[in-house]
């Protein structure tokens, strides 16, 4: 078969081409351009990149959220500073030697100034109203201010199963909230092996599972506490699994395991299968002398828990005296036939329909609160009866009315009720801690969307890292094999030239 010249030219061109196209395919940037370079690193850089992209999103998020935490903090610095200043003017129009004459309407226009602070806006959206769009939350109508908002706290991913709150909705600042007095006694019930595993740790209970226990002598048993109810099924179970162990109960408060048949040596207890039995009752781990406590198990008060069992109770109990609102003179209420904390509720709740007595859901406490949004004083008879004192109701509550106060101010400075401006001082103390409260808690979240950037910010340049160390091209090696490429491609050129130089006269 006869090569012709144009078959010889195409194939010359050909080989010309391809090493043109070696030279380009080498990327001095990458180290895999396509997946069949490397196929594992290739996955493994999909999987960086989704993590580099997941990060990143963490990273807007946490960026807004402190924003927003930002400007919050400052218009609530903003509030303190506004109710600072109406504390100091209630402070001067208390003193009867003061003229009033022009205070009421610096009042209003701090009023304003407070409204205008719950009016902040970011962005276009305002700090305080919670998820309400496209309006005001908060309207001044001359005697009252009216919030148009939500109750929304708002949150946002910051990392793999965490959220922070970033909003404060206003009616947690600037609404009117009920008196509420919380008892200063952790009213403890006294442990006993009937107390129900539910009712431990204030309620909180504990999940049984499995515990491994290691006596001196070496021996183990595996106990299984999975649907016990009461400390006496934890009681029978250890008990009957290695009968030298004994489980007691101290001071009504701790549980007590002993190797009875090696005194002197240790016993072990661990959790199995990753349960946390153990770890709740604070009993892992190894007890010297053959002797592990479980820490304070707290049991909850109900209604139905006997004062007798309630740790410093003296019975029978006195009396108390309550003030509601405004009343000069306190009403004696007598206790002395209250036998459970049900007793003592009802009496009190029977006695003034304005208060409500509840179990506190954090704790072994009571809990008072007023209807009505009036103040309340609960103290003792005398000093022979201590009452009060003893099952810790001692104290005065008042109500939080953060505008409704304002507007009572003003009322009472333009009829120079001295009085009545003595009286709402403690409200405006309230109100201003009310909000250094509320600021320290956005403190508090700002410094955490802070930590939390920080540390995204260290994550992403960990990703980054480690994406190029994967795909990204050796510098050296990548020019090396340019140079390579481009010789033989210089070589293929300097050829096609040499051969192309060729004429009809060379055939003749």
Not at 7 to 25: G, H, I, K, P
Not at 286 to 315: C, F, H, Q, W, Y
């Amino acid at each position: 078969m006869r090569v012709t010249h144009r078959l010889w030219q195409s194939d010359l061109m050909r080989t010309v081409n391809r090493s043109f196209e070696q030279m380009m395919s080498i990327d001095m940037r990458r180290s895999i351009t396509k997946p069949s370079d490397n196929p594992a690193g290739t996955e493994q850089l999909v999987r960086l990149r989704s993590m580099m992209a997941q990060n990143e999103e963490y990273q807007k998020n946490t960026s807004s959220a402190s924003r927003w935490l930002t400007y919050s903090d400052s218009a609530l610095g903003a509030a303190t500073d506004c109710i600072r200043e109406i504390h100091e003017l209630a402070l001067t129009g208390a003193d009867s030697s003061n003229d009033l004459a022009g205070m009421a309407e610096n009042i209003d226009g701090l009023i304003e100034q407070m409204v205008q602070i719950g009016n902040s806006e970011l962005g276009g959206r305002y700090l305080f109203a919670g998820n309400t769009m496209g309006f005001k939350p908060f309207e001044n109508t001359g005697t009252s201010v009216i919030y148009r908002g939500d109750d929304t706290q708002m949150t946002t991913a910051i990392s793999a199963g965490l959220s922070l709150r970033y909003n404060v909705p206003g009616s947690a600042v600037f609404e009117s909230t009920e008196a509420s007095l919380n008892t200063t006694v952790d009213w403890d019930p006294e442990a006993n092996m009937s107390t129900r595993v539910s009712d431990l740790f204030d309620a909180q209970g504990a999940d049984l599972g499995k515990i491994r226990i290691t006596d001196g002598a070496g021996l183990v048993r595996v106990v299984d506490l999975t649907g016990g109810v009461t400390l006496n099924d934890i009681q029978t179970r250890i008990q009957a699994a290695n009968p030298g162990i004994s489980v007691t109960i101290v001071g009504g408060e701790r549980l007590v395991i002993t190797d009875t048949v090696n005194p002197g040596e240790s016993i072990r207890i661990e959790d199995v299968q990753g349960g946390l039995t153990a770890s709740v009752f604070g009993i892992e781990g190894v007890g010297e002398g053959g002797t592990l406590v479980s820490r304070n198990l707290d049991p909850a008060i109900s209604d139905a828990t006997p004062l007798t069992e309630l740790r410093g109770m003296a019975l029978p109990l006195g009396s108390i005296n309550i003030a509601i609102g405004d009343s000069e003179e306190p009403t004696t209420l007598d206790l002395s036939g209250a036998a459970t904390v049900g007793d003592i509720r009802d009496t009190i709740n029977l006695a003034f329909p304005q208060l409500n007595v509840d179990i506190s859901p954090v704790g072994n406490r009571l809990n008072i609160t007023s209807s009505g949004l009036v103040g309340f004083s609960i103290t003792n008879v005398d000093d022979t009866d201590q009452t009060a004192r003893l099952i810790g109701v001692e104290g005065t509550a008042l109500p939080c009315r953060p505008f409704d106060a304002l507007f009572d101010f003003k009322t009472a400075v333009e009829s120079e009720d001295l009085e009545a401006i003595r009286d709402l001082l403690p409200e405006i103390e309230k109100i201003e801690d009310r909000i250094l409260a509320m600021r320290a808690s956005v403190g508090t979240r700002l410094k955490l969307a802070e930590d939390a950037l920080s540390t995204l910010e260290a994550r992403n340049f960990s990703l980054t890292e480690t994406i190029s160390e994967v795909g990204d091209a050796d510098m050296a090696e990548a020019i090396m094999l340019y140079q390579g490429a481009e010789a033989i491609y210089q070589a293929s050129l300097t050829m096609a030239s040499n051969i192309y130089q060729l004429t009809l006269a060379n055939y003749l």
